[in-house]
């Protein structure tokens, strides 16, 4: 992933990317990838739990291409 997630489509996007490619290439045994938020107010609070699951996306995106094979 080039880009980090920036709102919840993206963040299902990549996640949805990756674990297609994991697949395809029969990779097993990654961990899930983190739950979407539950818990959100929507009042735009500085360190939203948006920005949390947003970073932990990216995290869970990079530990999962590192199982991919390199082309």
């Known amino acids: 992933m080039t880009t980090p997630p920036s709102d919840a489509a993206s963040a299902r996007a ?3 990317a990756i674990a ?4 395809a290439h029969g990779v097993a045994g990654m961990r899930a990838p983190p739950p979407e ?3 959100c107010c929507g009042r ?7 920005e949390g699951y947003l970073d932990a996306v990216a995290w869970w995106c990079e530990d999962a291409q590192a199982l991919l094979p390199v082309p």
Not at 20 to 23: G, S
Not at 44 to 49: I, K, L, R
């Open 20 to 23: 297609a490619r994991l697949a």
């Open 14 to 16: 990549a996640i949805a």
């Open 44 to 50: 735009g609070c500085n360190g939203c739990v948006w």
């Open 37 to 39: 938020p539950t818990t």
